[in-house]
């Protein structure tokens, strides 16, 4: 029965940690502009006009 109770509880953890990671990765998505003829010159573009502003 104690096995049971710790598998459950291993098994729950794992699924929060996939649904945690999978949310933080489609907010991470939204900072990309997919209309973008290229999304990772774009943000490079992005972190160099952060930079020039500090």
Same mark, same amino acid.
């Given at each position: 029965?104690?096995?049971?109770?710790? &598998?459950?509880?291993?098994?729950?953890? $794992?699924?929060?940690?996939?649904?945690?990671?999978?949310? *933080?990765? +489609?907010?991470?998505?939204?900072? &990309?502009?997919?209309?973008?003829?290229? $999304?990772?010159?774009?943000?490079?573009?992005?972190?160099? *006009?952060? +930079?020039?502003?500090?």
């Amino acid at each position: 029965m104690a096995n049971a109770i710790t &598998i459950g509880i291993f098994i729950g953890i $794992a699924l929060l940690v996939i649904i945690l990671l999978s949310l *933080r990765n +489609k907010k991470d998505e939204q900072l &990309i502009n997919p209309d973008a003829e290229d $999304a990772v010159e774009e943000l490079m573009m992005d972190q160099q *006009r952060r +930079k020039d502003k500090i």
